[in-house]
């Protein structure tokens, strides 16, 4: 408004158009207009003005506004709110608009900004004691009107923040009042509580951290030990700070909600990413479902005291993959950049949180320091006048007053009666000390009791000897002062937001196939629109799509409603990054007279919208055959040639298991020179990329096939992954990718049908320990196996083949000697609901599993594990064939084929060596 009003009177002054304004100075402008040029008979300079004013409000912002100061860690605003309710504090609540109102006496702006700063400082909890509706940060409702809601400061606050001994003043922007420069906070309060301010050309966002793990982090200061410092939200959730960079600019923090399947068609979010509300991640999940990212039929909040928010899903639809895809398409994942700026003598400071940290148990050091500074001169005054009081009244000095007949003498007298006596004391006597002297009364020299003063003096020795020595042990009582801090305010502070590494979701992985591919191969369209021609698959509105043309190019494009992708389309298909399952076979011609080509190749990584030459690049080429193996399938076809003078056979099968997967830009094996008619499919094969390794990684608790994490296995057809839970449960989940595993999964192993389950747990009825082991049977839900008493607990489980346990007896109650129990021996197999056999009849103290739970995995064992023959198939095992038999000729052909492959060229073709040479299988 400033600028407006000052660009307001010079226009007035300038006169506009009809000329400058009489009297107004032609030489030299308005001196002291920002902007005004010289000369320019009133007219003024927008970037001058610019220039100067709005350096001043940007300023004024930064450091009056939206950053907040080293020292104490707070805003302008902030520190005002609380030096004016310590001023109205009597222990009580206080109406927030009085506070308010009192505030204002200190601020130079409204009630609005005030009230607001109010109600976000309380909503943190840590300095101020709310009472009433101060609104939810979870759901984003607003507090009552300040009428309504009442505040005062907390006993945190009270100990740690104010301190008017050790606090500098400042007059207000009125000059009426004092107000502090800063609070004496003996604490890092910027890190617990956080802070977020927009200013002009600056931004800040500090991010909260836990009040404990500060304390422990300060105390590590002290004592010049290694500490790490990571964000702790207030709405919990899950946070992977491997990028954080100790909160300074460039860093990243990625949040997610935590989120639960409560069966094949709910997901319960629990707690939600810091900086969203339940609103705001609701419609973000409203909006993705509109645009068909996922699938979810209906969503109920149920927000109160704690996040709840249910998601139904829609039939059909994988829980897993939803949860991936509420990551990905949603709030239910965002990413914070932290930028940690603060007010350090009046400039702004960029500085990690460490450093943050040390500067503030720096700070809190002195503050000590100086509050014991300050106890020990008021300590040594006490001492000083209560000796001084000692002597005045027993060695019967107030008696010589009686001679005085002027002021004057009665202060010389009192000077003259101590002076025996002052080599007790510890300094010198002054005139401010005798004046004191002459204001004690008579009814207390009567009632002085020597004794008492005797006891009271030593009592301020002992202090002071204390305070010194706090003095020279000043660490240590910072350290006690943090540890006092933790004591009495730690409880129910633990940490809320679990640290996880996250795994990178691929959105077109994750994304629900809620678009129906068409293709026009006439006219050389695709798209979802193309409704009345021929269908491909289903895909999303963000997948890649794979063309093939009869020319023998490839291209890879974004889906659209449609597009057009060239004439002569052969193949078209969904297609995903680095799939190397999905092989495609190719016969082409070499030209329009050149030899054939056949080839298998995999499409793993392309630039979009270029286009491919899967042949050798010779003009005039063209497919003779393709197909498209999801797979990896191999396939038998039937080579037909074009009949000629000579040529006999016409016909003949070519197996494309027998050529090896290449690149896509690879020529092939040469087929025939012949010229051929047509090349059929006969037969299709088996997948020849046999089965799937699979890794579990234990830091993001997910699958994987890129060798991240612990080898479970090659996995395939009904596979299995076998999760034992915590709570004495197990599941068996498919081989899928993104499949999602509880958090209380302790053991995650392929599924052997064969092997047993050992376990030792707690029976909550019967009180005791009981022993069982078991065979884990198909099913598709969560099976527990031990009883349902609300006290059982599993103790200890195995997979191995002997578990031995160790048992420690309680030795208050018996004098039993630990004893080793091999369960495989102690019971035998049962089914899964059986209760077990009782463990001891004695009191346990401990149980210890001897043996590892199971025996982790290895490509080497696990080829081990394949050679082994069980007893049922020795006895189907045929005899081994004895030396020196005639071998078929059927093998013998497939003996020397197999060797021809491995020593062929690819440039020999595979039939017809020369053109009208007689074709030979070696069959005659």
């Avoid at 960029?350 to 300590?379: D, M």
Wanted: with cysteine; aromatic share 8%.
């Amino acid at each position: 408004m400033a600028m407006n009003d000052e660009q307001e009177g010079l226009e007035e002054r300038s006169g506009g158009e009809e000329g400058p304004v009489e009297g107004a100075p032609q030489e030299g402008g308005d001196r002291g207009v920002p902007g005004l040029a010289p000369g320019s008979g009133g007219a003024f300079s927008v970037s001058g003005m610019y220039r100067s004013w709005f350096l001043d409000y940007a300023s004024y912002v930064i450091l009056e506004r939206a950053v907040p100061a080293l020292y104490d860690g707070l805003k302008p605003v902030q520190r005002r709110i609380l030096h004016a309710m310590k001023e109205l504090d009597d222990g009580r609540y206080n109406k927030v608009a009085n506070i308010i109102g009192h505030t204002m006496q200190y601020h130079p702006h409204g009630d609005a900004s005030i009230g607001d700063a109010l109600v976000q400082l309380g909503q943190k909890d840590l300095v101020i004691d709310c009472q009433g509706n101060w609104g939810n940060t979870l759901t984003g409702d607003s507090a009552a009107a300040p009428r309504y809601i009442e505040a005062r400061l907390s006993k945190f606050a009270k100990d740690v923040v104010f301190n008017p001994k050790t606090t500098e003043w400042q007059l207000s922007y009125d000059g009426r009042n004092k107000e502090p420069i800063f609070l004496p906070v003996k604490f890092p309060l910027l890190l617990a509580q956080g802070a977020e301010g927009i200013a002009v050309g600056l931004s800040c966002k500090v991010l909260p951290h836990n009040f404990n793990e500060l304390i422990d982090a300060s105390i590590a200061v002290l004592r010049r030990r290694s500490f790490d410092l990571v964000p702790d939200f207030p709405t919990g959730g899950l946070a992977d700070v491997s990028n954080y960079n100790e909160g300074e600019r460039g860093g990243r923090v990625r949040c997610r909600a935590r989120i639960r399947k409560e069966d094949a068609k709910t997901l319960v979010i629990t707690e939600i990413p810091f900086g969203t509300t339940t609103t705001s991640l609701i419609e973000s999940i409203i909006k993705a479902n509109e645009k068909g990212k996922i699938r979810v039929r209906h969503i109920e909040d149920n927000t109160a005291e704690n996040a709840e928010i249910l998601i139904h899903l829609a039939a059909g639809v994988s829980p897993d993959t939803t949860i991936d895809a509420l990551f990905a398409f949603t709030d239910c994942e965002v990413s914070i950049a932290p930028n940690a700026v603060v007010i350090e003598n009046d400039k702004p400071r960029f500085v990690g949180v460490k450093e943050l940290l040390r500067i503030s148990t720096e700070n809190t050091l002195r503050l000590l320091k100086l509050e014991l500074e300050i106890r020990l001169e008021e300590l040594e005054a006490q001492w000083h006048f209560s000796s001084l009081e000692r002597i005045f009244i027993e060695k019967k000095v107030y008696r010589k007053i009686e001679e005085a007949e002027t002021w004057e003498e009665v202060l010389s007298f009192i000077d003259k009666g101590l002076k025996p006596h002052i080599k007790e004391l510890r300094r010198p006597v002054t005139e401010e000390d005798i004046l004191r002297l002459t204001e004690i009364r008579i009814k207390r020299i009567s009632k002085y009791d020597s004794f008492k003063a005797d006891e009271h003096i030593r009592g301020l020795e002992d202090q002071i000897a204390e305070v010194k020595d706090k003095l020279a042990h000043l660490v240590d009582h910072a350290v006690e002062h943090f540890k006092e801090l933790k004591k009495k305010y730690g409880a129910g502070r633990e940490r809320r937001t679990e640290l996880r590494t996250f795994d990178t979701i691929v959105a077109t992985k994750v994304a629900v196939a809620n678009r129906k591919l068409y293709v026009d191969k006439a006219e050389g369209f695709m798209g979802w629109s193309l409704r009345n021609h021929e269908f491909v698959d289903e895909c999303s509105d963000i997948d890649d799509i794979i063309v093939f043309r009869e020319n023998g190019t490839m291209l890879v494009t974004k889906v659209a409603d449609k597009k057009f992708i060239g004439k002569g389309v052969l193949h078209v298909g969904v297609w995903k990054k680095n799939d190397e399952r999905t092989i495609y076979h190719l016969v082409y011609q070499d030209g329009p007279k050149g030899a054939y080509y056949m080839k298998r190749f995999a499409v793993t990584g392309i630039t979009r919208d270029k286009e491919y030459d899967l042949t050798s690049g010779a003009p005039g080429s063209k497919v003779e055959y393709f197909s498209a193996n999801p797979d990896g399938a191999a396939e038998v076809v039937q080579v037909t040639l074009r009949p000629r003078p000579n040529l006999r056979k016409t016909k003949f099968d070519v197996d494309f298991s027998q050529l090896s997967v290449k690149g896509r830009g690879s020529k092939g094996n040469l087929l025939t020179r012949y010229m051929v008619q047509k090349v059929v499919l006969k037969e299709r094969g088996g997948s020849t990329l046999g089965a799937i390794p699979i890794w579990f990684d234990e830091t993001v608790r997910r699958l994987n096939d890129t060798g991240h994490g612990r080898y479970l296995g090659r996995f395939s057809g009904d596979d299995r992954i076998l999760a034992i839970m915590r709570d004495g449960s197990y599941q068996l989940f498919p081989f899928v990718l993104s499949t999602h595993f509880p958090d209380n999964a302790v053991t995650v192993v392929k599924w052997d049908p064969k092997a047993v389950v050992s376990a030792v747990y707690w029976e909550g009825e019967k009180q005791q320990f009981q022993v069982k082991r078991f065979l884990v049977e198909p099913s598709r839900e969560p099976m527990s196996f031990i009883t349902d008493h609300p006290e059982s607990r599993l103790a200890a489980h195995s997979l191995v083949g002997h578990p031995r346990v160790r048992v420690s007896f309680d030795k208050r109650s018996s004098d039993r000697p630990d004893e080793e129990v091999d369960l495989e021996a102690f019971i035998a197999v049962k089914g899964v609901k059986a209760l077990g056999n009782r463990l001891t009849p004695f009191k346990v103290k401990d149980l210890e599993l001897l043996d590892p739970v199971f025996i982790p995995m290895t490509p080497e064992l696990e080829e081990v594990q394949g050679m082994l023959i069980s007893d049922e198939e020795i006895g189907n095992m045929e005899a081994p064939e004895e030396e020196g038999l005639e071998e078929s000729p059927v093998k013998q052909f497939k003996r020397q084929q197999a060797i021809q492959e491995v020593e062929r060229s690819p440039e020999d073709p595979l039939i017809g060596y020369e053109p009208g040479k007689q074709i030979t299988l070696g069959l005659d």
